[in-house]
Each structure stands twice: as C-alpha cells, then as structure tokens.
C-alpha cells in the first residue's frame, strides 16, 4: 500500500482486500507468533483482568490466548453488544460459557451480566483494520471500539495493545479527534510502542 496519507474509507477497502484473500492456515500460523508476542508482554504478564476480542473473518486469532489466561487465573472479558445502548460493552468469558452470534457476526457470551473494566491492571487486546506505530488505529468505521475504550481512555493503569498481521501496519494513518490511540501494537513480527 503506498505509505501517502489517505482516507480511512480507502484504508479500509484495500486491507479488506487483502483479508479476503487470507487462508485458514496463514491466519492460524500468524495468530500462534502473535499470541506468543502477547504473553511476552511486561503488562500482560501484571495483568489481572484481559479484554480479548473473539474473532472475525481476517482477524489474529486469540482463541489460545483465551485457554492461557483461564490457566492463569486470569479473569477474561470480551466484547458484547448491547442493543439497549447501541454500543459495545464487555462480559466475562468462563470456560464454560456458551457463545451465541452476535451484531456483525461477532461472538460473543451468552449472558445477560455485563462487567466492568475495574482492575488496576488490565491488558486490553484491540483488533482493528489498519494500524501505525504512533498507536494510531483505523477500525471498521462504526466507532464501536473507539465507544468502549473511552471509558479506559483516562485509565493510566490500563494498556490497549493493538492487535493484526504486518501487512495490517501502515505508517502514517489519518487521525480523527475522537479516535482513541494504542499503547503498543502488536503483530507477528514485532511490537511497537505509541
């Protein structure tokens, strides 16, 4: 992609393009070094709460991720829609909560308890289409993780690690005054902090 500034809308159409052509195998390969990268960390290993994400057609896998933090103790969030809001929020997942589909095809618990992000130390995965090592982030153009992170936004103690694949990575990303920056971002091949 050329590294000139461009819109998000054109961000979005050519990483899209390029998530579409991903196979099952090259997505699992990558997601195994990312997961690796992640449990690295400094502030995951500190974490006791982390917020993952289930994921979409062309997104890094954490499902193994998820199946670690449970050994660990960790106690584990993810993203749930709430119809009642129009927006996202975040539910605890337990090895034995069932997963329904969710707004957009997203998985997600199913439970009517919803969970607060109140550690002190908690590590919050964030999948997006496109990233810059600025912590800058394009998502998919809702607004629906831009929403749930302003409630971390003043949090000091937690840290919002952007997660995909290299090709995912682009230098400079257009800025809008409402988008909420990464702490790091994290792919298969490296980690960057904003």
Known sequence: MSETVQTKDNIRKHIRKWQSEL???WITTRSRNIVERFKNLD???TAETVCLYM????????????????????RVLVPAYRKEFGDYGYKALEEDTDIIVGLWDVPEPDTNEWSVVDSSKTCIAVPGVA????GGRVGH????????????????????????????????????????GMNLVLSESRVTRG
């Open 43 to 45: 502030e995951f290993k």
């Open 141 to 180: 153009g809702k607004g629906y993780y831009d929403r749930l992170l302003a409630f971390t936004k003043d949090t000091t103690s937690c840290t919002k690690v952007g997660v995909c694949f290299d090709f995912q990575r682009i230098t400079t990303l257009p800025h809008d005054e409402w988008d909420i």
């Open 131 to 134: 990233f810059d090592d600025a």
């Open 23 to 25: 196979t099952p195998d």
């Open 55 to 74: 994921a979409i057609a062309g997104e890094p896998r954490m499902d193994t991720l998820i199946q670690d933090c449970w050994k660990m103790g960790r």
